[in-house]
Nanobody
Framework: QVQLVESGGGLVQAGGSLRLSCAAS????????MGWFRQAPGKEREFVAA????????YYADSVKGRFTISRDNAKNTVYLQMNSLKPEDTAVYYC???????????????????WGQGTQVTVSS
């Protein structure tokens, strides 16, 4: 059984930064693509970013490209999301997820992920 636990959410002013962490256990973390998704109130869940199992390749939603950075530390079984220049529209519950595979192909689709964390709230005030 895989467990994913997010942390690092909170309240921040527009233009500020937050760093989310997701600690994984239960399945060999280093061999799977990891992703971040978010869901704002009244909206569907949307893809934010994904990272290959090596950490060498990343993929971002256009809405966060240039502001967010996904990274991973396989020795610590942890994936991170550094969020800079935050905007009020970034307000959402952020979820990390573990992909079924090792490539970034299709990594923006939630159906490609079989384990999800409980989420952490990020609120950006204007």
């Amino acid at each position: 059984q895989v467990q994913l636990v997010e942390s690092g959410g909170g309240l921040v002013q527009a233009g500020g930064s937050l760093r989310l962490s997701c600690a994984a256990s239960g399945r060999t973390f280093s061999t799977y693509v990891m992703g971040w998704f978010r869901q704002a109130p009244g909206k569907e869940r949307e893809f934010v970013a994904a990272i290959s199992w090596t950490g060498f390749n990343t993929y971002y939603a256009d809405s966060v490209k240039g502001r967010f950075t996904i990274s991973r530390d396989n020795a610590k079984n942890t994936v991170y999301l550094q969020m800079n220049s935050l905007k009020p529209e970034d307000t959402a519950v952020y979820y990390c997820a573990q992909n079924r595979g090792r490539t970034l192909s299709g990594s923006s689709r939630g159906t490609e992920y079989d384990y999800w964390g409980q989420g952490t709230q990020v609120t950006v005030s204007s």
